[in-house]
């Protein structure tokens, strides 16, 4: 503080008792002292526009248009032959370093795991891309061979089905990649591709058409909250729920870097050519969209019932399991926080607010 200031603070409290009340109060205001005088509790409204600390855009009043362009069927299809891996087809017995093409589906107990199969996957033997147990039962493999493998699945895969048991995944060496050829819109790529629900090329721009239609009316609740994120502005971020969101995404990175078997989550970031302060930031971003669904909710009266929370905290962990959806409330929090490192009734609430303000949009270019 220069000396300048320092008289003036002086000068104030030679004023006495009086003088003093008012510079604390003006401070306390400056400072942002204040925010902490707002009650903050998981999952309840709090208009934050109402007490200064961000402005909302016009969220009743959003258009979206979810129609399909020529130049955006041209500049998705370019996309996808940019992005295509082909490989040289080779055939012979598979070793550790080769990159192997392969189909697999998983059982457990003579049940087939959708979410555990898959295929024409690109995987490196001996990197560990999928299993361990992958690249050890793959090697030595002959292309066009089909062999079940064993893969204890780790107690903490993430996946309640089969964390901790033993999956039978049966393999199919479908060919040994040679060098990388570059990809040419053909009627053999678009079959593939389209896994033979598109047979040429002439029928490729009506089948692209569609798909990115069909991913704009899906999208339509997630572009209308950026819409309101853009058209908003935080002016102060409350400290509490800028700690809080901070934190949360934090323990979320921490959570994925011990999964993916990282030693650290600094380890991570610099793999991913990214610092703490790129974290912080996220966490910010997540701030701001519980302010504005914070306030949005308190305007509009807007807030979750019990019967109503518990309904979408099911819905949103889509268990498969009934017996799953049926667990007490406290073991169902337990599992989105471990999952997501967010708290539940903050992210219900969110949900529930973008619902509400996807519902006002005007949606224009919709088919019938």
């Not at 399909?68 to 041209?74: I, Y």
């Not at 406290?330 to 969110?350: H, Q």
Request: glycine share 6%; aromatic share 8%; net charge negative.
């Amino acid at each position: 503080m220069n000396n300048n200031k320092k008289e003036k603070i002086i000068g104030l409290i030679a004023l006495g008792c009086v003088g003093v009340i008012v510079v604390a109060v003006v401070l306390w205001k400056v400072l942002g002292a204040g925010s902490e005088q707002i009650n903050i509790q998981y999952g309840v409204p709090v208009d934050y526009e109402k007490e200064g600390f961000v402005t909302l855009g016009d969220y009743k009043n959003i258009s979206i248009s979810v129609g399909v362009s020529e130049e955006d069927v041209q500049e998705e299809i370019d996309y996808i032959i940019e992005s295509a891996e082909l490989y040289e087809e080779k055939q012979g017995k598979a070793a550790t370093g080769d990159m192997v093409n392969i189909d697999y589906e998983a059982t457990l107990d003579g049940v087939v795991i959708e979410s555990e199969s898959d295929t024409d996957l690109l995987l490196t033997l001996g990197e560990e891309e999928v299993f361990t147990e992958f690249d050890e039962g793959i090697a030595g493999m002959n292309t066009g061979d089909t062999k079940v493998i064993d893969v204890e699945i780790p107690k903490d895969y993430g996946d309640e089905m089969i964390d901790g048991k033993t999956v039978q995944y049966e393999v199919t060496l479908n060919y040994i990649c040679g060098d990388e050829i570059e990809a040419e819109l053909t009627d053999e790529f678009v079959k593939d591709y389209t896994d033979g629900e598109c047979l040429s090329v002439i029928e490729f721009d009506d089948y692209i058409n569609n798909q990115l239609y069909q991913t704009n009316v899906e999208n339509i609740t997630d572009e209308a909250w950026t819409k309101v994120i853009e058209e908003s502005e935080v002016k102060e971020y409350h400290s509490e729920e800028l700690d809080k969101a901070v934190a949360e995404t934090e323990k979320s990175y921490e959570s994925f870097a011990e999964f993916a078997g990282y030693s650290s989550m600094e380890e991570l970031l610099s793999d991913y050519e990214m610092t703490s302060q790129d974290v912080e930031e996220i966490g910010q971003e997540m701030a701001e969209e519980k302010m504005l669904a914070k306030s949005i909710a308190a305007k509009e009266g807007l807030s979750l019932n019990n019967d109503e929370y518990a309904k979408m905290l099911v819905e949103y962990m889509e268990y498969e399991d009934e017996a799953d959806k049926n667990r007490p409330l406290e073991e169902i929090e337990k599992d989105f926080e471990e999952s997501y490192s967010e708290n539940p009734k903050d992210a219900m609430l969110l949900e529930m607010v973008k619902n509400y303000v996807a519902d006002l949009v005007t949606v224009e270019g919709m088919r019938e």
